[in-house]
Protein backbone atom coordinates (compact mmCIF):
# COMPACT_ATOMS: atom_id res chain seq x y z
CA UNK A 1 0.00 0.00 0.00
CA UNK A 2 2.93 2.28 0.39
CA UNK A 3 3.70 2.64 -3.33
CA UNK A 4 -0.02 3.27 -4.20
CA UNK A 5 0.35 6.16 -1.45
CA UNK A 6 3.29 7.39 -3.40
CA UNK A 7 2.25 7.39 -6.53
CA UNK A 8 -0.99 9.21 -5.90
CA UNK A 9 1.48 11.92 -4.25
CA UNK A 10 2.94 12.30 -7.54
CA UNK A 11 1.59 14.88 -10.17
CA UNK A 12 -0.45 13.73 -13.48
CA UNK A 13 2.92 15.41 -15.44
CA UNK A 14 5.18 13.40 -13.39
CA UNK A 15 3.50 10.27 -13.43
CA UNK A 16 3.09 10.02 -17.33
CA UNK A 17 6.80 11.06 -17.95
CA UNK A 18 7.83 8.24 -15.48
CA UNK A 19 4.89 5.57 -17.57
CA UNK A 20 6.51 6.97 -20.93
CA UNK A 21 9.55 6.36 -19.82
CA UNK A 22 8.66 2.26 -18.60
CA UNK A 23 6.80 1.67 -21.75
CA UNK A 24 8.78 3.36 -24.30
CA UNK A 25 12.41 3.34 -23.46
CA UNK A 26 13.40 0.67 -21.87
CA UNK A 27 11.80 -2.01 -24.21
CA UNK A 28 13.21 -0.15 -27.09
CA UNK A 29 16.58 0.13 -25.06
CA UNK A 30 16.47 -3.74 -24.44
CA UNK A 31 15.23 -4.46 -28.22
CA UNK A 32 18.50 -2.16 -29.55
CA UNK A 33 20.60 -3.77 -27.63
CA UNK A 34 19.76 -7.35 -28.82
CA UNK A 35 19.41 -6.32 -31.94
CA UNK A 36 23.29 -4.72 -31.77
CA UNK A 37 24.41 -7.76 -30.40
CA UNK A 38 22.75 -9.73 -33.39
CA UNK A 39 23.88 -7.62 -36.33
CA UNK A 40 27.29 -7.18 -34.60
CA UNK A 41 27.43 -10.98 -34.60
CA UNK A 42 26.66 -11.67 -38.11
CA UNK A 43 28.88 -9.24 -39.51
CA UNK A 44 31.61 -10.35 -37.56
CA UNK A 45 30.84 -13.90 -38.98
CA UNK A 46 30.50 -12.60 -42.17
CA UNK A 47 33.71 -11.15 -41.77
CA UNK A 48 35.62 -14.43 -40.74
CA UNK A 49 34.29 -16.15 -43.73
CA UNK A 50 35.22 -13.79 -46.29
CA UNK A 51 38.69 -13.96 -44.88
CA UNK A 52 38.80 -17.75 -44.66
CA UNK A 53 37.70 -17.45 -48.63
CA UNK A 54 40.22 -15.07 -49.61
CA UNK A 55 42.56 -16.64 -47.64
CA UNK A 56 42.09 -20.09 -49.96
CA UNK A 57 41.59 -17.95 -53.15
CA UNK A 58 44.99 -16.69 -52.12
CA UNK A 59 46.56 -20.15 -51.62
CA UNK A 60 45.15 -21.95 -54.63
CA UNK A 61 46.86 -18.91 -56.78
CA UNK A 62 50.21 -19.16 -55.18
CA UNK A 63 49.67 -22.84 -55.50
CA UNK A 64 49.17 -22.40 -58.93
CA UNK A 65 52.11 -20.02 -59.74
CA UNK A 66 54.26 -22.29 -57.77
CA UNK A 67 52.90 -25.37 -59.54
CA UNK A 68 54.68 -23.98 -63.13
CA UNK A 69 57.73 -22.97 -61.67
CA UNK A 70 58.74 -26.21 -60.30
CA UNK A 71 57.67 -27.67 -63.17
CA UNK A 72 59.69 -26.06 -65.18
CA UNK A 73 62.83 -26.33 -62.37
CA UNK A 74 62.25 -30.25 -62.04
CA UNK A 75 62.34 -30.20 -66.32
CA UNK A 76 65.43 -28.25 -66.44
CA UNK A 77 67.10 -30.30 -63.25
CA UNK A 78 66.50 -33.46 -65.15
CA UNK A 79 68.09 -32.47 -68.42
CA UNK A 80 71.13 -33.79 -69.45
CA UNK A 81 72.02 -31.48 -71.97
CA UNK A 82 71.33 -28.69 -69.39
CA UNK A 83 73.71 -30.86 -67.37
CA UNK A 84 76.51 -31.43 -70.20
CA UNK A 85 76.34 -27.15 -71.13
CA UNK A 86 76.32 -26.38 -67.27
CA UNK A 87 79.80 -29.15 -66.25
CA UNK A 88 81.88 -27.95 -69.89
CA UNK A 89 84.33 -25.74 -69.59
CA UNK A 90 84.48 -22.91 -72.43
CA UNK A 91 87.48 -21.08 -73.43
CA UNK A 92 85.90 -17.74 -73.72
CA UNK A 93 82.80 -15.69 -73.09
CA UNK A 94 81.52 -15.45 -76.28
CA UNK A 95 81.53 -19.59 -76.37
CA UNK A 96 79.33 -19.62 -73.64
CA UNK A 97 77.10 -17.52 -74.80
CA UNK A 98 76.48 -19.23 -78.00
CA UNK A 99 76.32 -22.78 -76.06
CA UNK A 100 73.12 -21.01 -74.20
CA UNK A 101 71.64 -19.66 -77.39
CA UNK A 102 71.37 -22.81 -78.71
CA UNK A 103 69.59 -24.62 -75.60
CA UNK A 104 66.06 -23.97 -76.69
CA UNK A 105 64.42 -24.81 -73.45
CA UNK A 106 65.03 -21.13 -72.26
CA UNK A 107 63.14 -19.47 -74.54
CA UNK A 108 60.11 -21.90 -74.25
Keep these: MKWIDKTNNI????KLIISFILVVF???????ALLTQSLRQ???NDAVQQT???VEKVKTRIGEILKLSIEISNKLATDPRLEALVNKRYESNY?????YRQYQEFEQ
Excluded: F
Design 52 to 54: SND
Design 26 to 32: IPVGIVG
Design 95 to 99: SVVEA
Design 11 to 14: RLKR
Design 42 to 44: TAL
